[in-house]
């Protein structure tokens, strides 16, 4: 079965069964089943599934705990409405994570007694989350254990590792050799005075290397370590997947080939004198499993992950004309969106999915989406990470004289960028309210648009400039402002993230080039959801450049596709907030008005029109 295939109540519950027996047949009290893999990615290769296949919640963040009496999820208020419903009838509680309610290693510690032992499989641990676990445990004299897992004896079908060939980036979108990211890597290290790196995180090394691949859905990454010393860097990989040509590159490059489950044993050739650099998020514990005890670490940001996020000037060029290619789509989508529903046509949000598919197929350097469609209609559209199944799914359908609202979050990975927009329109006649809100939020995204803020200042700090419009009018989100995104790579991307919640160390500055999203947001739990989001990427401010109080930045918008002017109440807006919007529906109309005709230009010609 596939596992985005609604997975039946009674199985969930026999796999839950079986569980027990398993932690029971191995003198545990307790299982541990995280959403990770040994790379700690956000998209997961289906082998790495187990939450899911235990549980059947699709979501991508949550964890699952399971004792002989209890089995609890515990998932952030992103999915709590789409947890509950998955999670009804298969004996699994869901476990809110909000400020002062207690998570899985809270209730871990709370609940289980002296001499207990609770099991995670270390292959999917990360080396901070360990540190937590023990934090908890040692307290309560709990056992961890991490090198079994409970899951091969009762996974009978586990999916295979994924086996997709790699391929290199087009080398017309590469600024950067793989030799000269290794040198920069080399001088981080230096810095940090390692004498090893070890890299897990797979938007890194396909960063370092210049490869792409197709072991994650969305993102174009591939499974592997890697590690690297002052003279030898090692590509640790399935090497069925590695061409004659790409492994002569990376050797050019300075890499050499080992294969995949080989990093254990080149770490364990590590001594007292050596001193390895990693990133504790980002490196599970089974990693580390053979590694010598005395040998020491040095735990922080990797260094690519900095100089990833930093784009060049001819990489934001290059994602200026993704934006353009995905902004000539999304006219092309929309004009047949409209026209099809004009005519009648009774449309789902399935519809909207395979539509935007079609329609940025036809671009230059498409290769997918960059994450699942987020279509959701009234109700749905309150989901911040809903998404439509074949099992599940609303039609747009509206009575006479009613309204409605289509959130659509989507995206695309060109060779050339990566792209992440989300706009909202309306389905027969909308309400006062529907503008009112979706107003509200439009004032809260030009509020973030036009902010000047210091050169490196930690980009959590910059939340509220976004929220205040809200917070004015006793509003609030409860997901974060703005993510960075990567250039044909995650379009999720460290280390700035606009959100209030996120710690700031030093290593969030916001720094030129870096390239993030503005997404404000507003949810009403069984009515609607609005959320409008553009890319931004920091610039210098242009004049002056430096004033006694140091150098600022602002954003430069690089998402093109029109607002939908019909769903805004102008007189929430002031001459600053209108005079925004117009300049840059203007700038919209300029840069795709040669690059689409007929009842697409059509389409963009009406929607970029001044209010």
Known sequence: MST?????????????TSLRAAIAAQDLTAIIVPSADPHLSEYLPEYWQARLWLSGFTGSVGTLVVTADFAGLWTDSRYWVHAAHQLAGTGITLEKLAPGQPNHIDWLAAHLAEGDSVAVDGNVLSIAEQDRLLDAFDANDITLITE??????????????????LYQHDEQFVAQSATSKLAAVRAGMADAGATHHLLS????????????????DYNPV????????ADKATLFIDNNKVSADIEKALKDSGIMLADYEAVQEALATLTPEDLLLLD????????????????GFIEQMAPSTLLKSVKSDSDIDHVREAMRQDGAALSEFFATFEQRLAAGER????????????ARSQQPHYVSPSFPTIAGFNENGALPHYRATPEKFSYLDVNEGEGGLLLIDSGAQYQNGTTDITRVVGIGKVSSEHKRDFTTVLKAHIALAKAHFPDGIASPLIDAICRAPLWQAQMDYGHGTGHGVGYFLNVH???????????????????VGMISSNEPGLYREGKWGIRIENLVVNMPVASPTETEFGKFLNFETITYCPIDTRLIEPALLTQVEIDWLNDYHSQVYAELKDRVKGTALEWLTERTKAI
């Open 347 to 358: 449309l789902s949000e399935l519809d909207v999915d395979s539509m935007l598919i079609e």
């Open 4 to 16: 985005q295939e609604a997975i039946p109540k009674t199985e969930i519950q026999q796999r839950i």
């Open 148 to 165: 079994r897992d409970v899951l091969t004896d009762i996974w009978s079908d586990r999916p295979a590792l994924p086996s997709a060939q």
């Open 222 to 229: 591939f499974l592997a370590h890697m590690l690297i010393d």
């Open 201 to 216: 995180s797979l938007d890194d090394i396909a960063w370092l290397t210049n490869l792409r691949g197709a072991d994650v």
């Open 493 to 511: 991307e460290g280390p700035q993230v606009i959100a209030y919640s996120a710690s700031t160390p030093k290593e969030r500055a916001m720094k």
């Open 280 to 295: 504790p998020s980002k490196v599970a514990v089974g990693t580390l499993s053979k590694m010598a005890d005395d040998v």
